[in-house]
């Protein structure tokens, strides 16, 4: 047998062992996630509920004792308000247990529940009526307290039967867990004895086919993925005028009159639609292009992006302030930098949605060294609930993002852009307070710095 049939062959049998791994791993994984579940179920009321109902109903008779002590009408109320919890606590975990039995039997509760609160208002009231001759209210509802207290030993019973049978099927789940790991275990301890087998018989192979073969699959995949990398770029450059494109269409539609107009319009935005998950699709890692650098007003900034997103931010009931004095000017790439400023402003108000404000403020600062040009700083300040501290040290990893169906390149981008500008990205952030991202720019000779 040729080592090409032995490869062959090995091959062959590695895929069908690898399938017979992967079904047994997720057979494996769906009993983990089954007895997960079901230990899940056993710290939540549903076996318990018999014992907080013992427990419950001594507070209702306390409750009684002390109307009858000074026949108070606060008390009566007292005793109204803890009934009322109860049914309502009766009524809420009738949906967690895990069996018909005990759905029934606090359905049978909840109505003696019922009953005994007539019954005690209804004496309460004679009472007050005859204190001389009517009986303790307690009293006169030992029948119907004795009969709810049966109920809750049923209750209880049943919880037992239903604590067994999970205990039953936890066992049975975790037999099945053991048997697929044990087997797991086998078709992997099998995989590496053929991945030895095949690696010995790659040395034997003649090299220099191999080697042809490797250069051209690697020449070919780093063709593909500098192709994905433009792709991407271009991909995410597309999704900020796409955003300008729908926010203005917003506002356009609102004045067009029903029509043709109006369908125009309409037809326009599913195709915006439509290209930006055509984007989605294509957004990978992206490398902006080197900025092309000229002397810009940090106001004139501002004011386009609020020009681009004050529509979107309005109907997020958000204001947009600008906090920014006429004579300070950037070294920048004008549209570069306005694409931070909108990722900056959109991270902004997607952490508020119950509204808030947002505010654009520039200042400069003296230059790090003598006879070095100033700077100036940006801020992005927004009023959100600030970010959490499990967030904070992935902010920047490209792909890493919390918003459903984001591709986690807004803050990367930005702060590539602002690099190759010759700045810096950085942010503040406090709970409940908002966050700040501030980046440095070249400020233009006649920028006067403050100290």
């Not at 078709?187 to 991945?195: S, Y």
């Not at 030895?196 to 080697?211: D, E, V």
């Not at 570069?336 to 990722?343: A, M, R, S, T, W």
């Not at 403020?361 to 700083?377: D, I």
């Amino acid at each position: 047998m040729t080592p090409q049939i032995q490869v062959y062959g090995l091959l062959l049998l590695a895929i069908l062992l690898t399938a017979a791994a992967t079904v047994a791993t997720g057979s494996a994984w769906r009993h983990l996630a089954r007895l997960r579940a079901n230990f899940g179920a056993t710290q939540s009321e549903s076996f318990h509920l018999a014992e907080l109902v013992q427990a419950r109903m001594p507070v209702l008779d306390e409750a009684l004792l002390r109307f009858d002590a000074t026949q108070n009408p606060a008390d009566l109320a007292a005793f109204l308000k803890a009934s009322k919890s109860m049914t309502g606590w009766i009524r809420s975990n009738r949906f967690s247990v895990t069996s018909t039995g005990q759905a029934a039997l606090l359905g049978q509760i909840q109505a003696a529940l019922g009953l005994y609160t007539q019954r005690a208002v209804a004496l309460a009231q004679e009472s007050q009526r005859t204190p001389s001759k009517a009986r303790p209210v307690s009293e006169g509802l030992k029948t119907e307290t004795a009969h709810i207290l049966n109920l809750a030993a049923q209750l209880r019973l049943a919880e037992q039967a239903a604590l067994t049978r999970f205990m039953e099927e936890s066992n049975h789940t975790i037999a099945s867990l053991q048997r697929h790991l044990a087997g797991s275990v086998i078709v992997i301890f099998v995989l590496g004895l053929m991945a030895a087998r095949l690696t010995q018989l790659a040395k034997i192979a003649p090299l220099s086919a191999k080697l042809a073969e490797t250069s051209t699959a690697l020449e070919r995949h780093e063709k593909l993925a500098s192709l994905g990398t433009l792709a991407a770029g271009v991909a995410h450059e597309i999704r900020n005028p796409l955003t300008a494109i729908k926010v203005r269409l917003h506002s356009l539609n609102r004045s067009l009159a029903e029509g043709s107009e109006r369908e125009d319009a309409l037809v326009i935005n599913q195709e915006i639609q439509r290209l930006e998950r055509i984007v989605q699709d294509f957004l990978q890692f992206a490398r902006p292009s080197a900025p092309q650098v000229e002397t810009v007003s940090a106001t004139i900034l501002f004011e386009q992006v609020k020009r681009l997103l004050g529509a979107q931010l309005d109907n997020g009931h958000l204001e947009l302030k600008i906090d920014c004095p006429a004579e300070i000017r950037v070294r920048a790439d004008p549209q570069q930098i306005e694409q931070v400023l909108i990722n900056l402003v959109q991270n902004a108000a997607e952490s508020m949605a119950g509204g808030g404000s947002i505010t654009l403020r520039a200042s400069t600062k003296p230059p790090l060294l003598a006879g070095r040009q100033s700077q100036v700083l940006l801020d992005v300040i927004d009023t959100g609930q600030g970010i959490a501290p499990e967030i904070q040290n992935r902010l920047f990893d490209p792909f890493f993002s919390t918003k459903e169906g984001g591709a986690g390149l807004g803050l990367s981008i930005a702060t590539r852009i602002v690099e190759r500008h010759g700045g810096w990205l950085r942010y503040k952030t406090q709970l409940g307070r908002g966050t700040t991202f501030s980046f440095i720019l070249p400020g233009a000779p006649e920028s006067k710095h403050e100290d």
